[in-house]
């Protein structure tokens, strides 16, 4: 399950996105690795869902390159993303698994089986035959991961996957982290949630308008950070 050398390491050098004459990712330079999570922060607008959707080849950068395992061309082959607002498709949310696993190639006969499995593992066993759009935010963003799940993926991007969920259900999205880490899984995840970045981060990555301030890992920035801008954000007093 390592994530195949083709799709890491996965760098970014100087890489913008201008949207309306403004930076919104303004020359980003940036190496992930395989390994424990990298955690991006940053006030609200700082571009944590801008470099999601880059790493995911999602939307094309204005200047600067991306490659993913040295590869330019084309987007990682194996990885999977939620985002912060999930589309579900309107069947049940066990239909809504069985396609996500047909969409990845799993055999029919062994469909039902693994997306019972999946809805296991996220807490929304009870809920398999519920209409996906009905559910909740928290168990729509669950649903969400058990999709990209589906995938099988190596490299696995999160936006913000437990903005909207309880302490319980943000605990089973942590575990649930932890455990597809411990496989070689690569997450690269969002967060406002500076106590999670500290649980869950083997590095940390710090935006604000745009632009990297610190990637470090969790210990050092926590402890030191060492621009003026991590200080105030750590604080709480870094505003958009
Ligand atoms: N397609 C677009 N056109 C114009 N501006 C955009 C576009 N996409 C994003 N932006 C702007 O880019 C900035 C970064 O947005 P982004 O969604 O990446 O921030 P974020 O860090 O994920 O914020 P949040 O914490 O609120 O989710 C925002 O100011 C946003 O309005
Ligand atoms: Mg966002």
């Not at 437990?162 to 967060?191: F, N, Y």
């Amino acid at each position: 399950m390592r994530a195949p050398a083709s799709d890491l390491p996965l760098t970014l050098v100087e890489a913008q996105i201008v949207a309306r004459e403004v930076a919104i990712l303004d020359r980003v330079t940036l190496t992930i690795t395989a390994g424990s999570p990298t955690i991006l922060i940053g006030p609200n607008g700082s571009g944590k869902t801008t470099l999601l959707r880059v790493a995911m080849g999602l939307i094309p950068l204005s200047s600067g390159r991306i490659t993913w395992g040295g590869r330019e061309t084309s987007a990682p082959t194996k990885a999977a993303i939620t985002f912060q607002r999930p589309t579900m498709l309107r069947r049940t949310a066990l239909a809504n698994v069985r396609y996500a696993l047909a969409a990845a190639g799993t055999p029919r006969e062994k469909r039902q089986e693994r997306a019972a499995e999946l809805l296991t593992l996220v807490g929304l066993a009870e809920l398999g035959g519920r209409p996906a759009r009905r559910l909740s935010g928290g168990e729509q963003q669950r649903l969400a991961l058990a999709r990209a799940l589906a995938r099988d993926p190596t490299v696995l991007f999160l936006d913000e996957p437990t903005a909207s969920l309880d302490p319980h259900a943000t605990k089973a999205i942590e575990d649930i982290v932890r455990a597809v880490s411990a496989r070689g899984v690569k997450v690269v995840m969002s967060t406002h949630d500076l106590g999670q970045a500290k649980r869950l981060a083997g590095d940390v990555v710090l935006l604000h308008r745009g632009r990297l301030i610190e990637n470090a890992h969790p210990a050092e920035f926590f402890a030191t950070p060492r621009t003026d801008e991590a200080r105030k954000f750590i604080a709480g007093e870094l505003l958009v």
